[in-house]
């Protein structure tokens, strides 16, 4: 067909990507390449997109002394010498079992595991990269050789700007990106990972296959149209699509039942078949739909999770144990071991399904409760200091239940001196369980000083000039740098940092969702919730309530004891 098509087999093609025709690209703008990419102009012509792939890839900022297409004509005899490529063992890095072979004729699929056994010799350093089969797959459909193919997986892998991730190549990149993604989808995914939760032992089990989802099962026509953007966006690009993959996963099968024992195996058969429901472009028409935090933001995220796993000391994959997943809600919250006057085992496992991944694999531990320690601020902050993130359970005279998620140690109140001190992230939430199950998303504690000056050193205001706001970020993106990590995690100056709890030793305030709030006085008899009726939720709980119990919950490494 043309010089780029030496290594595929024509009846497995798309046809229509032989028959149209399009234009050079010759634009080198960003916001225009980002348009084009989105829009499939390169997909509608082979050639076309074989000549746009080596024009990005060639763009990619990469290491002084990366291995050229020179290098591999060089070592590849050597390496592979004359034997059958098809027998030849994979390094450990990959998936000996999963190397897509998408449209490839037989010197193709040959082609596949000698570039890899030739990137295994010169990047010594990699030592998890599930993706790599596939990359190398997709990219020998648009190569003119071997050695061609080598050399541009050779620069993506190679990429040394730190603001442009690629594809993660250690263990401990790839488990906090599955951790990551549980984290976006547990936000913008909410009726999905509800079913998750319900059919799963293993939440994280599930996550972990995002990956495999997109650079595994995903047919041809589809990848390409993914790595066609990916090539222009970067790494968040993949997000979007796992997500919207999951979105229409659940739109198709929630009324069904399962077709297998396992929730992991019916999204891998869905998204092999995924034709079957839905296109290429309404599939990325969907992710871009998705208003996903911003690159900063999620790379935030993305070095939170990292820490957590450091912290635990799983940076390798060990051959003898089981990857670390999210614990199962089940085994997080013991029965025999969890006592509350607030929540039953039941209702505690549905809050422990909505919190970050990085503090999945631990254990409640009762820190604080008004029976036991009675019904002093003072006393409530002296038990809760010291522990994050912490949860907060009320339960009022009324029978209704409701509480907080709250991300940041109360210890941070003390910055701002006497004063109402504002502090806590965007992981913050509220959420009701009594009468019923309502989950709110965060909503930033306004600043009326901030609002006007900008340049407040410290984030705090008096209790009487305070207010809650339901506008939970500012209209510009580039505004914020996280609305999940607080400044002090990242030495970020403070008046960046997020403000989503208030406290001093006359109240409590914690900004909840949806316009909901909760003000908690000084005694802890007495409460009172602030609701803007945004998206027609329910309120918290009554506007006024007195308080029958109140319990604080701390986190419990159950790896490190």
């Known amino acids: 067909m043309d010089e780029y098509s030496c ?3 024509w009846d497995k093609m798309d046809v ?85 072979t998408y449209c490839l004729n037989a010197e193709g699929i040959g082609a596949v595991r000698k570039i890899i056994l030739c990137i295994a010799n010169q990047f010594p350093d990699i030592s998890f990269c599930p993706a790599l089969p596939s990359v190398i797959a997709l990219l020998l459909h ?16 190679a990429c040394n700007d730190p603001s442009k991730r690629l594809i993660d190549q250690t263990f401990l990149a790839f488990e906090s990106s599955c951790m990551t993604f549980g984290d976006l989808v547990n936000k913008y995914c909410q009726a999905a990972h509800k079913l998750m939760v319900a059919v799963s032992e293993d939440v994280l089990e599930v996550y972990s296959d995002w990956q495999r989802w997109l650079f595994g099962e995903l047919p041809m026509a589809y990848i390409a149209r993914v790595f066609d953007v990916f090539l222009v966006e970067g790494y968040k690009v993949l997000y979007r699509v796992a997500l919207a993959i999951l979105k229409f996963f659940h739109k198709v099968r ?14 891998r058969a869905f998204v092999r078949d ?47 144990v089981a990857s670390p997943k999210r614990q199962n809600v089940h085994l997080a919250v013991h029965a025999e071991n969890f006592k509350s006057e607030i929540v039953s085992v039941k209702e505690m496992r549905d809050i422990w399904s909505w919190i970050p991944e990085r503090f999945a694999l631990c254990q409640p531990l009762l820190l604080f409760t008004t029976l036991e320690h009675g019904c002093s601020l003072s006393r409530f902050y002296s038990h809760s200091e010291g522990h994050e993130p912490t949860l907060l359970l009320i339960k009022t005279t009324a029978k209704e239940v409701c509480g907080a998620y709250l991300s940041t140690d109360w210890s941070e109140r003390r910055r701002g001196g006497n004063k109402l001190s504002f502090f806590g992230t965007g992981e913050c939430f509220v959420f009701r369980l ?9 909503v930033i504690i306004k600043h009326p000083e ?47 940092a997020s403000m989503f709890m208030a406290g001093s030793s006359e109240c409590i305030i914690i900004g909840g969702g949806d316009g909901q709030a909760l003000y908690l006085d000084a005694d802890l008899n007495h409460g009172r919730t602030s609701h803007c009726n945004t998206f027609n939720n329910q309120p918290l709980c009554s506007e006024s309530f007195q308080i029958s119990v109140l319990e604080v919950w701390g986190f419990r490494d159950t790896m490190n004891g």
Not at 254 to 267: G, K, L, T, V
Not at 434 to 442: D, F, K, L, M
């Open 450 to 496: 901030l609002a006007t000056s900008g340049s407040e050193p410290e984030n705090h205001v008096s209790p009487a000039s305070s207010t809650l706001s339901s506008r939970s970020l500012p209209s510009d993106p580039s505004d914020r740098l996280s609305p999940f990590l607080s400044a002090r995690h990242f030495n970020l100056p403070s008046k960046t």
């Open 254 to 267: 929630a009324r069904q039942p399962m077709e297998s024992d396992s929730i992991q195996q019916d999204i």
């Open 274 to 320: 995924i034709a079957k429901s839905v296109s290429p472009e309404r599939l990325l028409e969907k992710a871009f739909a998705i208003r996903l935090f911003s690159r900063k933001e999620i790379q935030l995220l993305q070095m939170a999770n990292e820490k957590a796993l450091q912290q635990k000391g799983i940076t390798v994959k060990q051959k003898s």
């Open 434 to 442: 009594q009468p019923e199950v309502e989950r709110y998303e965060w």
């Open 7 to 9: 290594f595929v087999d």
């Open 142 to 157: 648009y190569s003119k050789d071997e050695a061609v193919c080598f050399e541009q997986v050779c620069r993506i892998l």
């Open 16 to 100: 229509t990507v032989q028959s149209q025709d399009a234009k050079d690209l010759t634009c080198t703008e960003f916001q225009e390449l980002k348009q084009l990419a989105r829009q499939g102009y390169w997909a509608k012509n082979h050639s076309l997109r074989a000549k746009v792939y080596h024009k990005l890839i060639s763009n990619i900022p990469c290491r002084t002394v990366t291995p050229d297409a020179n290098v591999y004509r060089d070592i590849v005899v050597k390496i592979v010498g004359k034997r059958n490529s098809n027998s030849l063992p994979l390094p450990e890095f990959v998936d000996d079992s999963l190397v897509p």
